[in-house]
């Protein structure tokens, strides 16, 4: 686990070209999503990388509740009844594996998402997968849950990912 005193290195210029494509492809799936009643956002974001997780991870959801609003962010922790919470819950699995499954239901499984063949499916995922690989590399997954008030997305997912360099948070959601 990292510690304040170590700071992180970031990502080096390959690593951000790479977010950058990962962001492209979340992008025009999102895009190819959108419905008559509903719009779609998807993005993977690099949080600050010399603060731990859950650091970085209440510093992405501060501007979203307010300076001084009573929430907090928890590690697998019963969330407090009297706070918003934002909690981080480790996943056992292998990222990747959580990653097909997401981008299986959120690229293919929504109202107007893409009708293709199972073959043409299983080769997104796979490419998308091979590119996200390139960013998060080996690392930690953790199920990221937030109050409904945080947002006006009416359905919303996330994960946050964290590595020797970097923290992450990948989001889904509509709104209607």
């Known amino acids: 686990m ?5 700071p992180r290195a970031g990502l080096s210029q390959p690593h951000r070209s790479s977010l950058f494509a990962c962001n ?6 999102a895009e190819l999503n959108r419905g008559c009643d ?15 997780l859950a650091e970085a991870v209440a510093s992405h959801f501060q501007p979203q509740v307010g300076v001084g609003a009573e929430w907090t962010t928890e590690v697998g922790n019963s969330p407090r009844q009297d706070r918003e919470t934002v909690r981080l819950d480790q996943l056992q ?5 959580v990653l097909e499954r997401s981008l299986a239901s959120w690229f293919f499984a929504q109202a107007y998402s893409p009708k293709t063949s199972q073959i043409n499916k299983a080769k997104v995922i796979c490419g998308s997968v091979n590119q996200f690989s390139d960013v998060l590399q080996t690392c930690s997954i953790f199920d990221v849950t937030r109050p409904a008030s945080m947002s006006s997305e009416v359905f919303w997912e996330g994960y946050a990912f964290t590595n020797n360099d970097s923290n992450f948070l990948l989001h889904f959601g509509f709104t209607d």
């Not at 990292?2 to 170590?6: N, R, Y």
């Not at 719009?39 to 949080?47: A, F």
């Open 24 to 29: 492209g492809i979340l992008e025009v799936m």
């Open 2 to 6: 990292e510690t304040k005193d170590q």
């Open 93 to 97: 699995n292998d990222w990747k594996d």
């Open 38 to 52: 509903h719009d779609c956002m998807y993005s993977l974001e690099q949080l600050h990388g010399d603060l731990s």
